[in-house]
């Protein structure tokens, strides 16, 4: 009965997943869509990529601080000069330098996602903005109607729609077609076409014949599929073919709302993915849209409007669902689909939106690649094929953007993309060379010469197995370059590189870098030294910029974290006898209010900066009258707190109180700590930190020279650094890879992992040192933190979890009858275990903690105090991870979710094992569970290891991990005590 419970837990989609098989040809008739021409409403197509207004913006880092970890990438134009308290200003600015940067791409302006009516505020200052502007740039807006809107009845939703409308109506920057207005869904077919058509009858009441609504389809329903990703599998298992009647189902089902509506629109490309978490290129082009050109091609449809969607991919780390960027491909590929097929507008997920690594505006990841890109498409429809060079552009130089993996894994693909970009129509023939070296300079490999043509989109790969390469621990290129004319350009110093690790990688995205957008410096040195046995490393940066473009942002980088970011205004520095701290807390329900005053004994706080998630007025939310800092808001999902600086370290003591405690914690411990944290009662998280890493992107130096000298302290084993430089226009130049040395232990290692290039299991060799093995330290000394002598990236908490990307980030998935979700620290004779009290305690830990494409020893000791039925290990978060162990009947039983080599039917499977003995109530009890990447072992208190046999290659989604019990019914909670857990990567 358990089991069942567990595999209900797995999710919907990975349910239906497991299950697909393909469709017998002979039971019915399977036919592929012939394509069709299409007359469009418009001669050229509007294409708006989406605006997040929630946080999104160019002034306040909203990813620094408020995730389960730090995030990969920001806005390359970030200005937090902006955020002085001038709110008006500041909104102003963000949305001016947005719509701005929008234009340069060629695009028709932003469209606006539209939740509720607390999004007014907003639009109206986006629309405002885009009037102001109007005149100079032309700037258009787009209002999508956000389905949950349309799910509150047609009478409330026309409510909440009608104000945005009659301003629509008055604004020279709302996007129209013949005169109209337009408004688009996020998703429409949350309700019926009847709902749909008396929704748009009350607007028309009240606004008048003035706007057209386009229905978005989102869930795509035939006869018996349903959903775009079940229709997806049908057709990639019968290769590009249907059945008769579900396609005509289908396109039924678009009819259905193009009867009470103006038109269609698609906008999920980014959810279209193959088998290998890619863009599924033929799906989209040879069904969706040719489904949507099919019904709109109609006499009854003749006129009506066609809407689909283009993006880059779709990398949630947090939640699980990923379309792996692939370099540049997706972008092109989708842009190339939807401006075949003559759409009448395009939506892009998204510009801003970071979390899901959908944005198109400018980052330091991406550099301006995304606009060199899109602005070659939008320039071929506008201008019949004419094609010009971004001002200020050095033409002699070729147009051309190298795109590799920011980091892989042993068995990923490594590759490295070449895509010319025409910018004239000018044939020009160039040849480029790629030389592959290591972090020492040292060549790897030479590749043959690659011939371009300037005038022609053209795209050249390398690529190598990287199971191949486990000698190296970065990838970097170098670039020389032939023109037409004999002129050697050589790049041997700029680019961005890849990392590689053996067994784990939770970065999907891809660094991109246009060869016109490198810095242009006529001094930039790095001196490097690292000291292994104080974990530290010292660097001495001097760079010098271009006299017209200085540098706004100079840092150095631990792989994704910034370590240090060069503070040109003295914002966070501290004197001999202060110290740098930042608080933040959360929770799984929200508590409001929630008052948190925060006060000092023995010195005084003389700076404090929030970092509220929201984008409210600050002023509102906390009172700062020093020495005492006071904040009367709320706790939640949001990780939300501050930095500031306290006086006289040495003997400063700092005092939290809050509704539900009142601590204390002397900072000169904090110091030697690094961090601790502290749990209490309605799930309310709070942590502490002595910061090892940048707590801000700084303000803009706007400098021509910059020198520095700065010690860093190492945070994880096997990281990597680089020095990264911004100018005040956004050209990037990195340094490195700089390499922190790593102490072998002379124990070679046999590890298997999965070959993207073979599509079979590889054997490869590495120093055991190299691999995570994380023996995590229960001390109460840090509080709610668990701590390993691998890194801080792998710290685990007592509860915790409930922000965005964490096991408990929805509160249901937390039981209502628990308000304390953190076990105690107890005594078992001398040593210190933690108690669950078999209601909604859990220990949190990181993605990848459980590595999901390798093999894994994963072991620890429990006392159950009963052996009901529960959860022990659950890796989970929006959707199903690698591995459950559940406790069932008292035993322990195994669930693992693998994923098939490529073309085993079906592509996903469970596997369930148990051991062959029960666990001692009441007894210390040691469950030890390995994986080869052949079989697995379990074993139970030195028991003969029940083998398990599984020649998958994993689960292709990352989650957390929770220890202790998952989801809202709390008789599925452990009760217990926990002596010790290990988790190593790779079997023992």
């Given at each position: 009965m358990f089991i069942k419970k567990v595999s209900l837990l797995i999710g919907v989609f990975a349910t239906f997943i497991m299950s697909t098989e393909v469709i017998s040809a002979e039971a019915v008739k399977l036919v592929a869509l012939p394509a069709?021409?299409?007359?469009?409403?418009?001669?050229?197509?509007?294409?708006?990529?989406?605006?997040?207004?929630?946080?999104?913006?160019i002034f306040?880092?909203?990813?620094q601080n408020f995730h389960e970890r730090q995030w990969i990438d920001r806005p390359l134009l970030h200005d937090s000069s902006l955020d002085n308290g001038d709110v008006n200003n500041r909104t102003f600015q963000n949305y001016k330098t947005q719509l701005d940067l929008a234009m340069s791409y060629g695009v028709s302006g932003l469209s606006m996602l539209y939740h509720s009516a607390n999004f007014y505020p907003k639009f109206i200052s986006l629309i405002n903005t885009a009037d102001r502007q109007f005149p100079r740039t032309h700037n258009r807006v787009l209002i999508s109607v956000i389905g949950h809107i349309l799910r509150l009845g047609p009478e409330k939703a026309a409510d909440i729609v009608e104000p945005v409308l009659k301003r629509m109506l008055t604004s020279p920057s709302a996007a129209r077609i013949n005169g109209k207005v337009i408004i688009a869904s996020y998703r429409t077919d949350y309700v019926t076409p009847e709902q749909l058509a008396k929704f748009i009858k009350i607007l028309k009441e009240r606004c008048g014949d003035s706007f057209y609504f386009i229905a978005t389809i989102a869930?795509?329903?035939?006869?018996k599929l349903s959903g775009f990703v079940r229709f997806r599998y049908a057709f990639d298992n019968n290769n590009g073919k249907l059945p008769e009647d579900e396609i005509e189902a289908a396109k039924e089902y678009l009819r259905s709302y193009l009867r009470v509506s103006d038109g269609i629109l698609m906008n999920g490309s980014n959810h279209i993915d193959t088998l290998d978490n890619f863009f599924n290129k033929k799906f989209y082009n040879e069904f969706v849209a040719r489904l949507f050109v099919s019904v709109l091609n109609e006499p009854a449809n003749k006129g009506k409007i066609l809407g689909l969607s283009a993006s880059l991919g779709y990398i949630n780390h947090f939640t699980g669902s990923t379309q792996r960027e692939n370099g540049t491909r997706a972008l092109r590929e989708s842009l190339s689909i939807v401006y075949g097929v003559k759409a009448d507008f395009i939506i892009m997920p998204e510009w801003n939106e970071l979390n899901e690594n959908t944005n198109l505006e400018p980052t330091v990841n991406r550099s301006f690649a995304n606009r060199r890109i899109i602005r070659y498409f939008t320039q071929q429809a506008k201008i019949n094929g004419r094609l010009t060079a971004i001002s200020g552009d050095d033409v002699t130089m070729p147009n051309l953007i190298i795109s590799l993996r920011a980091a892989i894994k042993w068995g990923d693909k490594f590759f490295i993309e070449l895509l010319n970009v025409p910018d004239s129509t000018i044939n020009k023939k160039y040849w480029v060379q790629v030389i592959l070296k290591d972090s020492q300079g040292r060549v790897i490999r030479k590749f043959p010469r690659q011939e371009f043509n300037a005038a022609q989109l053209q795209e050249q790969r390398i690529t190598m197995a990287s199971e191949k390469l486990t000698q190296y621990r970065t990838l970097r290129p170098e670039l020389i370059i032939t023109t037409a004319a004999g002129r050697k350009l050589t790049y041997n110093d700029g680019l961005p590189f890849t990392t590689i690790r053996p067994t784990w990688n939770d970065n999907l995205t891809c660094l991109k870098q246009p060869l016109r957008d490198l810095a242009?410096?006529?001094k930039f040195k790095v001196k490097f030294t690292p000291l292994l046995k104080a974990g530290t490393a010292t660097f001495k940066v001097s760079a010098t910029s271009d006299d017209d473009d200085p540098v706004r942002a100079l840092e150095i980088l631990e792989d994704e974290t910034v370590v240090y970011g060069y503070d040109a205004a003295g914002q966070y520095a501290t004197k001999d006898n202060e110290i740098l701290l930042h608080l933040f807390y959360n929770s799984i329900r929200q508590v409001k209010p929630f008052p948190i005053e925060l006060s000092v004994t023995n010195g005084k706080i003389r700076y404090f900066i929030d970092r509220l998630r929201l984008g409210s007025k600050r002023e509102s939310k906390w009172q700062i009258t020093y020495p005492t800092v006071k904040m009367h808001w709320k706790s939640n999902g949001n990780r939300r707190g501050g930095i500031f600086i306290v006086t006289n370290k040495a003997q400063a003591v700092l005092n939290i109180k809050t509704p539900v405690s009142n601590d204390k914690i002397k900072l000169s411990e904090l110091a030697k700590l690094g961090s601790f944290a502290w749990n209490y009662d309605k799930t309310i998280f709070i942590e502490i930190e002595t910061p090892t890493r940048a707590v801000d992107v700084m303000v803009p130096a706007k400098r021509k020279n910059i020198n520095f000298t700065t010690t860093v302290k190492h945070l994880n084993r096997g990281g990597v650094y680089r020095v990264r430089l911004v100018t005040m226009s956004g050209k990037i130049y990195i340094k490195g890879p700089f390499i922190f040395p790593e102490k072998l232990s002379g124990r070679r290692i046999k590890i298997r992992v999965p070959s993207e290039t073979s599509g079979k299991t590889a054997v490869c060799t590495v120093d055991k040192n190299l691999l995570p093995e994380l023996n995590y330290l229960l001390k109460p000394q840090y509080g709610a933190l668990l701590k390993s002598a691998q890194g801080s990236r792998w710290t685990a908490t007592l509860a915790g979890g409930s922000s965005y990307g964490g096991t408990f980030r929805s509160s249901k998935n937390y039981p209502q009858g628990s308000n304390y979700a953190a076990p105690q620290w107890v005594k078992d004779g001398s040593l210190n275990v933690l108690k669950f009290d078999g209601k909604g305690n859990y220990l949190h830990f990181p993605t990848e903690v459980l590595p999901g494409t390798s093999g894994f020893t994963l072991e620890f000791t429990i006392k159950p105090l009963s052996l009901k039925d529960c959860y022990l290990?659950?890796?989970?978060?929006n959707y199903g991870g690698t591995l459950d162990i559940n406790l069932v009947d008292g035993k322990v039983v195994c669930l693992y979710r693998g994923k098939l080599r490529k073309g085993e039917q079906p592509h996903f499977k469970k596997i369930k094992f148990s051991s062959p003995v029960k666990l001692k109530q009441n007894k210390w009890n040691r469950i030890k569970?390995?994986?080869?990447?052949?079989?697995?072992?379990?074993?139970?208190?030195?028991s003969r290891p029940v083998k398990s046999p599984s020649s998958r290659v994993s689960w292709c989604r990352l989650s957390p991990m929770a220890f202790g019990g998952w989801g809202g019914e709390?008789?599925?909670y452990f009760d217990g005590l926990l002596k010790s857990i290990s988790i190593k990567h790779y079997k023992d």
């Open positions: 069709e021409t299409r007359v469009p409403v418009l001669k050229q197509p509007l294409i708006f990529p989406r605006i997040r207004t929630n946080n999104k913006n306040q880092n909203s990813y869930s795509l329903k035939g006869k242009k410096l006529s290990i659950k890796s989970q978060s569970l390995s994986y080869d990447m052949k079989n697995f072992y379990l074993s139970v208190n030195g709390q008789k599925l």
